[in-house]
């Protein structure tokens, strides 16, 4: 059975940081990330990474956010660090067995239920 339980999200400051976790079980994907998707907006990718390590991030968070995962763990991350307003969503993980590392969302297969981010001014 695929799943997918992101934890770590919460509300923050300004400036501050959150680590977000995406615990995987069921099987190994090539790809995994993170997206979000604030009220009235669509989906977005933030961050992916693909099987032996390379990353892709969206043009607004690039030098902000991290992405890693734990193999051992089937476990992924996002390090989000000097937060904005603006990042306040929803932020949900995602897999799947995809041919190029891109953040579309129609290409990832395997979406969890998500965790919400707040960021105050």
């Known amino acids: 059975q695929v799943q997918l339980v992101e934890s770590g999200g919460g509300s923050v400051q300004a400036g501050g940081s959150l680590r977000l976790s995406c615990a995987a079980s069921?099987?190994?994907?090539?790809?995994m990330g993170w997206f979000r998707q604030a009220p009235g907006k669509k989906r977005e990718g933030v961050a992916a990474i693909g099987r032996y390590g390379s990353t892709t991030y969206a043009d607004s968070v690039k030098g902000r956010f991290t992405i890693s995962k734990d193999n051992a763990k089937n476990t992924l991350y996002l390090q989000m660090n000097s937060l904005k307003p603006e990042d306040t969503a929803m932020y949900y993980c995602?897999?799947?067995?995809?041919?190029?590392?891109?953040?579309?969302?129609?290409?990832?297969?395997?979406w969890g239920q998500g965790t919400q981010v707040t960021v105050s001014s």
């Open positions: 069921g099987y190994t994907y090539s790809t």
């Open positions: 995602a897999a799947g067995n995809n041919w190029f590392l891109r953040l579309k969302p129609s290409e990832y297969k395997y």
